[in-house]
Nanobody, 128 residues
Framework: QLQLVESGGALVQPGGSLRLSCAAS????????IGWFRQAPGKEREGVSC????????YYADSVKGRFTISSDNTKNTVYLQINTLRPEDTAIYYC?????????????????????WGQGTQVTVSS
């Protein structure tokens, strides 16, 4: 059974960094695209980044370019999201999602409708 488990969320001060993990089980990450999304209270879910674990291609939303870095370790079946220079507006629940695809990712990977499976999320709170 395909399962995604996020971890690494925490309470951090503005300017700090976090690395979120999305551990996959029940499938081989190398045949999937993984997306990271976030949802703040009262706001819609936003796609922030995605990666093709097959090609290594990546996509970033304009709002996070330069601060977020997505990576995939297929040997550990885990995708990471490094977040630097955290801001209060980054406060949200962060989710990862999977879709079977070996093609390079494109902008569509930032749409939640593109994905088949989701994790439960991990809370990131940025506050002093």
């Amino acid at each position: 059974q395909l399962q995604l488990v996020e971890s690494g969320g925490a309470l951090v001060q503005p300017g700090g960094s976090l690395r979120l993990s999305c551990a996959a089980s029940g499938f081989s990450l190398g045949y999937y695209a993984i997306g990271w999304f976030r949802q703040a209270p009262g706001k819609e879910r936003e796609g922030v980044s995605c990666i093709s674990s097959s090609t290594g291609s990546t996509y970033y939303a304009d709002s996070v370019k330069g601060r977020f870095t997505i990576s995939s370790d297929n040997t550990k079946n885990t995708v990471y999201l490094q977040i630097n220079t955290l801001r209060p507006e980054d406060t949200a629940i962060y989710y990862c999602a999977a879709r079977r695809s070996i093609l390079p990712v494109q902008k569509i990977c930032s749409s939640s409708r593109w994905y088949d499976s989701w994790g439960q999320g991990t809370q990131v709170t940025v506050s002093s």
